[in-house]
């Protein structure tokens, strides 16, 4: 069975940190790249980071660049997101997901197309507040 089981959301104030987790089973795991997506209420879902865990590449929208680090422990099989200098236009929903890497070419092109992706989590609350 497929599992994408995230953990480490919570309430915390605009400057603060968190770290949210991501852990996979079910499935060859270098063989998916792992992403992190934000859906805040009454929106669309938001990548906000992406891991290739065959090279450690990683990918990340301006809106989080310098803020956000996406890591991953390939013995875990576990994907981490730190957050760092959080504001209230982070809060959201967290969730993580899984994509098939590509044959040939980098993830970075389809990193945050969440309709490509074949495997979510349940998601982890973020709240931000000012």
């Known amino acids: 069975e497929v599992q994408l089981v995230e953990s480490g959301g919570g309430l915390v104030q605009a400057g603060g940190s968190l770290r949210l987790s991501c852990a996979a089973s079910g499935f060859t795991f270098d063989a998916y790249a792992i992403g992190w997506f934000r859906q805040a209420p009454g929106k669309e879902r938001k990548g906000v980071a992406c891991?290739?865990?065959?090279?450690?590449?990683?990918y990340y929208p301006n809106s989080v660049k310098w803020r956000f680090t996406i890591s991953g422990d390939n013995d875990k099989n576990t994907v981490y997101l730190q957050m760092n200098d959080l504001k209230p236009e982070d809060t959201g929903v967290y969730y993580c997901g899984a994509v098939k890497l590509p044959s040939r070419g980098p993830i970075g092109r389809i990193a945050f197309l969440d309709y490509l992706y074949d495997y979510w989590g349940q998601g982890t609350q973020v709240t931000v507040s000012s």
């Open positions: 891991i290739d865990p065959t090279d450690g590449s990683t």
